[in-house]
């Protein structure tokens, strides 16, 4: 690709966050973080461009100047260049685009692959980390997967609705969500702390199991 160095697999992301492959099929996921509106998830592609910043996941992106930059929705939008690649889910962010707000940044996560939960297999597992407040974070943490199973189809790739956990005994997580593990297993683990940085000792490690 003229312009682009050899190392350049693909482009177009605003600030990619965990991303992992498939251990069963190689794809690759990462979670995209916006800048004001809309978080989102990619299955990247050789040589694909999405779409930063013409693009904000599937909405026209607006920088702004030196005021903060807004998504829009326009078809297509102006200045898009040819083959920009939408991401597979994406989620509100900001009361400008929806009524709630979803999240606050997507951590990337894991297709699970386990065994334990039979339900689970061939489903995207990520999440969100935390809501901003004026004094910090509140660990308002969340658990997402894609409601679609195995979404690569060869050349074809799906997209999803995005389903939240339901938490056996607790309404919410009450952490901050700062990443995933994935064991040889094909087994998913939570990395989470009370605090949102990487200080302190309140981290955790907790197994996705199923409810007892």
């Not at 099929?25 to 990247?44: A, F, I, P």
């Not at 889910?89 to 990337?108: F, H, I, K, P």
């Not at 692959?113 to 980390?129: E, N, T, W």
């Not at 969500?177 to 040889?184: K, N, R, S």
Request: glycine share 14%.
């Amino acid at each position: 690709m003229d312009g682009y160095v050899d190392e350049t697999f693909a482009y177009g992301f605003r600030n990619p966050y965990r991303f992992s492959f498939d251990m069963a099929t190689g794809d690759l996921y990462t979670g995209e973080v916006g800048q004001d509106d809309l978080e989102e998830v990619d299955v990247v592609v050789a040589g694909g461009n999405y779409g930063w910043n013409v693009k904000e996941g599937s909405f026209c992106f607006d920088p702004n100047g030196a005021a903060p930059g807004f998504a829009f929705a326009q078809e297509p939008c102006p200045n898009e260049p040819d083959g920009l690649i939408d991401p597979v889910a994406e989620y509100n962010t900001s009361d400008s685009l929806a009524e709630n707000e979803d999240g606050r940044a997507v951590v990337g996560g894991f297709v699970y692959r386990g065994s334990a939960i039979p339900g689970l297999v061939g489903r995207y597992v990520f999440g969100d980390f935390s809501q901003f407040t004026e004094t910090g974070v509140n660990n308002a943490g969340r658990l997402f997967f894609l409601n679609k199973k195995d979404i690569v189809k060869g050349d074809r790739i799906k997209t999803s609705k995005i389903f939240e956990f339901s938490l056996y005994g607790q309404d919410e997580l009450g952490l901050s969500l700062l990443g995933f593990g994935q064991d040889a297993n094909g087994e998913l683990y939570v990395l989470a702390n009370e605090v949102g940085t990487p200080f302190g000792d309140t981290g955790v490690v907790l197994r996705i199991a199923p409810a007892p």
